[in-house]
């Protein structure tokens, strides 16, 4: 297949058109390089800069291109910056996704498969882990535009029958997440890990979240290509509290680093984990990677990488 991947110059993005490539596909990525970093891109790719609010530059891509599949990974990811600018972020994740899906239908795309949250989407609900009856109830300007394009999706596809997936991740981490650029606890922790720098928390370190490896993620939307229509959680259905990440972290990097706690942040949920009996029974899909596993292969990139 031809595929274009946006967002494939960044963390999870990167991964996903890495897998496509092993698999035989034909992949173009289209990224401005904002958070993504040129030594992602894949060396079996084609690369070109664009900005996806750029409706024109889209469309000509999308026109020469001809995919039979858009992966839909560009994104303003940062819950805290969506809530300090929800007009910035709706830019990018409502106006900028609408102007890929419009060229699609243009350009007879088969296929838009969409990275949305889990971990933003569904707010503080009752019943953790949350499967994908739950109500979405998001408590910030980042949740409320994914969940947007979910219900702009469900219309393209009722009116037009455009053929999407729309997968909720969970909280994503792994080797070549951005501590800077991009949101990811476990990235920014492992970085000032190694900076000899305090590790932050904010509130108690009580909260939860659901962490899921990015191979597994990588994998998941592999299975998407030839998945039906809907929205999929993709997490793990486990609650991790920051506290516990602090202590993986010691275990993985041998370090008993300073840890300093701050004042809770606005518009992030207390806790979430995702139920993932869907994507297992339709896409076939599950969490190969446990968190224990998957803390050590992050450390041991980033202490890799430092000393490069």
């Known amino acids: 297949m031809k595929i274009l991947v946006t967002g494939g110059a960044g963390f999870i993005g990167s991964w996903i058109a890495d897998t496509f490539i092993v698999e035989g596909h034909e992949v173009v990525i289209l990224d401005d390089l904002s958070t993504g970093r040129e030594e992602n891109i894949s060396k079996g790719a084609q690369f070109i800069k664009c900005d996806i609010r750029d409706l024109d530059s889209v469309d000509q891509i999308i026109s020469d291109f001809k995919p039979d599949v858009i992966d839909h990974h560009a994104a303003q990811i940062d819950v805290r910056k969506s809530v300090d600018n929800p007009m910035h972020d709706a830019g990018i994740n409502i106006i900028g996704t609408l102007n890929l899906v419009e060229s699609s239908l243009k350009h007879g795309v088969k296929k838009f498969i969409f990275a949305s949250t889990g971990g933003a989407i569904y707010g503080e609900p009752e019943i953790i882990p949350a499967d994908e009856s739950t109500d979405p109830y998001p408590i910030s300007p980042y949740g409320t535009s994914k969940y947007a394009i979910e219900k702009y999706l469900g219309y393209y596809n009722y009116v037009h029958g455009f053929d999407y997936v729309a997968l909720r991740y969970a909280n994503v981490y792994g080797p070549r997440q951005n501590p800077h650029g991009e949101a990811g606890v476990i990235a920014i922790f492992c970085s000032r890990i190694l900076l000899g720098s305090a590790c932050t928390i904010f509130g108690d370190g009580g ?89 050590q292969k992050t450390w041991d990139w980033f202490n890799s990488e430092s000393k490069r």
């Open 207 to 295: 909260q939860t979240r659901d962490y899921v490896y990015v191979e597994d993620v990588a994998k998941a939307n592999l299975l998407s290509l030839s998945a039906p229509v809907g929205s999929y959680n993709i997490g793990t259905g486990l609650e991790t509290s920051v506290n516990d990440l602090i202590s993986e972290l010691k275990k993985s990097s041998g370090t008993d680093f300073e840890v300093q706690y701050g004042e809770e942040r606005p518009g992030e949920v207390q806790s979430i984990s995702l139920e993932t009996s869907l994507a297992e029974k339709t896409l076939g899909w599950k969490p190969n990677v446990d968190l224990a596993e998957g803390i």
